[in-house]
């Protein structure tokens, strides 16, 4: 397959290459060093998943640089707050058959795309494996919770073609599976997303570490309530029967199985970047309010980053 990789940071890079790997043409868009250090040496990954290098890999710093028209499939892998920018660059680049997969966390992302390239050739998917950048050119694994899942929330996409996807992943490396159910999914990462990296950006430590105080337990407690809360009266079919099942997942295995891992959001801070705040706890805060169902504890979270954001030294 030709394929298109938008924004290939950590994410990307390990999609790119491992699907290059398995043969497929990869065309990867990225930042200037980031790209550069690919052209030079090709794309190194490391970590949980052993070594992989991929050097059959085009290398760009903007969509427009990428040739081969029209590609089989994109994959946007961008930031949330990116979404919409992306999805625009590549519309350009697909065929009557191309289809776009968000690979990305967050809400909002499926319908940035869609709106731009239509929902019928719009996959989205919940990835849950911990990626970093360690060096220009080189990403390691750092963590894995489950197999990527794929779906069209609108079932626009045919699930054969949804199917297909799955399985080109998979045979490259990353496992993959579709489904029907992929708010579900998406939701679910979205809970483990809202609760753990506001406060392991804010408080500067790992998540196992948010167990330890009561304070920090009773902040992701009312985070999973009010999302709950906001899924419900939204019609949101999550894939647990309550706020107490879920709430046993995170803290009984979820954060436990991450304990050592640190959010994304920790490290924008840090390196003086935005933030996903506004696809997290600011989407649920968001939906709340146009649900009237209010999420204070979202609404706080989402504040406090975005003072944090604005207060860089």
């Not at 990869?26 to 070594?51: N, T």
């Not at 494996?129 to 079932?155: I, K, W, Y």
């Not at 899924?231 to 079919?237: L, Q, T």
Request: aromatic fraction near 6%; charge should be neutral.
């Amino acid at each position: 397959m030709n394929i298109l990789v938008m924004g290939a940071g950590a994410m990307g890079s390990v999609f790119g290459a491992f699907l290059a790997e398995a043969g497929h043409h990869v065309h990867l868009v990225g930042r200037e060093a980031h790209m550069a250090a690919i052209q030079e040496k090709g794309i190194s990954v490391g970590g949980i998943w052993g070594e992989h290098l991929a050097r059959n890999v085009a290398v760009h710093t903007s969509a427009s640089q990428a040739h081969r028209d029209p590609f089989d499939l994109v994959l946007i892998t961008t930031k949330a707050y990116d979404t919409e920018r992306a999805a625009k660059e590549v519309k350009p680049l697909l065929g009557p058959g191309t289809l776009v997969v968000s690979i990305q966390n967050g809400l909002g992302n499926y319908e940035a795309i869609s709106t731009q390239v239509g929902a019928e050739r719009t996959i989205i998917s919940r990835v849950i494996f911990g990626v970093d950048v360690v060096q220009e050119g080189r990403v390691e694994v750092t963590v894995h919770g489950g197999d990527c899942m794929l779906g069209n929330p609108a079932g626009a996409v045919p699930v054969p073609r949804i199917k297909g996807i799955a399985r080109t992943f998979t045979e490259a490396g990353i496992k993959a599976e579709a489904t029907e159910q992929i708010m579900g999914f998406v939701w679910g990462k979205l809970l483990y997303n809202c609760c753990l990296n506001p406060l392991s950006a804010i408080l500067g430590v790992p998540y196992g570490h948010l167990l330890r105080t009561e304070e920090t337990r009773a902040i992701m407690t009312s985070v999973i309530q009010e999302s709950f809360a906001v899924a419900e009266k939204r019609r949101v079919p999550l894939l647990w029967a309550s706020p107490e099942e879920y709430r046993r997942l995170l803290f009984e295995q979820l954060i436990p199985n991450t304990a050592g891992h640190y959010a994304s959001m920790y490290a924008d801070l840090k390196r003086g970047k935005r933030t996903e705040i506004d696809a997290l706890n600011g989407a649920v805060a968001r939906l709340g309010r146009e649900a009237e169902t209010p999420s204070p504890t979202n609404e706080f979270l989402t504040s406090l980053i975005k003072a944090r954001e604005q207060l860089r030294s």
